[in-house]
């Protein structure tokens, strides 16, 4: 059973680009989340989508979106990319909403410079 | 408000040595579940454990085990005998459950350790 895809691995952006970021759960897994890791702030949790629709969303700002298909693949988009923004951007995936058994991809690192 | 402390920064032991992690919680939430993630390298986050608020239950996984105590809300890991493979970052998190179903985790700061041959 394939684990949680996340592409790309790398990425390397010059400020105030955007950069769309992809997330493809275990197959059957309906829920995807998003965290942010910065060495600064740890771990941070940016949105869960479940089912097409964006049940919880933390406290980042509007440049910071996202999406989930009818397959459950997710993307993430950042617009107007900021310094700040470099960060280890990772991709959860579980069974269904609620579900407490996150299982983590390798991540994407983007580098804003 | 709630939030997950790993006061230990950083851990360096010597192969062979047991070794305890600490993770101290606060929720005001009666149902919830606490997490030990495992982070190498790699970046990515590897499940090692949940536990549910109502299972007080301590666990034991091999050379791993795991000591809940909801009094001083605390959930600790302890690694025995560590091997140089257990170097890695440890993240302990809350899952908090919204009213809509959704779930989010809220990690501690986590805990780097590291294994010397």
């Known amino acids: 059973k394939a684990g949680v895809t996340q592409t790309p691995r790398y990425l390397i952006k010059t400020r105030g680009q955007q950069v769309t970021l992809s997330c493809s759960p275990i197959?059957?897994?309906?829920?995807v989340s998003w965290y942010q890791q910065t060495p600064g702030q740890g771990l941070q949790f940016l949105f869960e989508?479940?089912?097409?629709?964006?049940?919880n969303k933390g406290n980042f700002p509007g440049r910071f979106s996202g999406r989930q298909f009818s397959n459950s693949r997710s993307e993430m988009n950042v617009s107007t990319l900021e310094l700040g923004d470099s960060a280890l951007y990772l991709c959860?995936?579980?069974?269904?909403?609620?579900?407490?058994?996150?299982?983590f991809g390798q991540g994407t690192r983007l580098t804003v410079v | 408000a709630q939030k997950v402390t790993q006061a230990q920064t950083e851990i360096s032991v010597v192969e062979k040595e047991d070794v305890t992690l600490d993770c101290v919680y606060e929720?005001?939430?009666?149902?919830?579940?606490l997490f030990w993630y495992k982070q190498p390298p790699s970046g990515e986050l590897v499940f090692l454990i949940r536990?549910?608020?109502?299972?007080?239950q301590n666990e034991i996984s091999g050379r791993y085990s795991w000591n809940f105590q909801k009094s001083t809300s605390s959930f600790n890991f302890t690694i025995t005998a560590s091997q140089v493979v257990d170097s890695a970052v440890y993240f302990c998190?809350?899952?908090?459950?919204?009213?809509?179903?959704?779930?989010?985790?809220?990690f501690g700061k986590g805990t780097k350790l590291t294994v010397n041959p």
């Open positions: 959860a995936s579980s069974l269904r909403a609620g579900n407490t058994e996150a299982f």
């Open positions: 197959s059957g897994h309906r829920s």
């Open positions: 989508y479940f089912s097409e629709t964006q049940r």
């Open positions: 929720t005001r939430d009666t149902t919830y579940y």
């Open positions: 536990r549910n608020s109502f299972d007080e």
């Open positions: 998190a809350l899952s908090l459950v919204t009213q809509g179903g959704s779930e989010k985790l809220v």
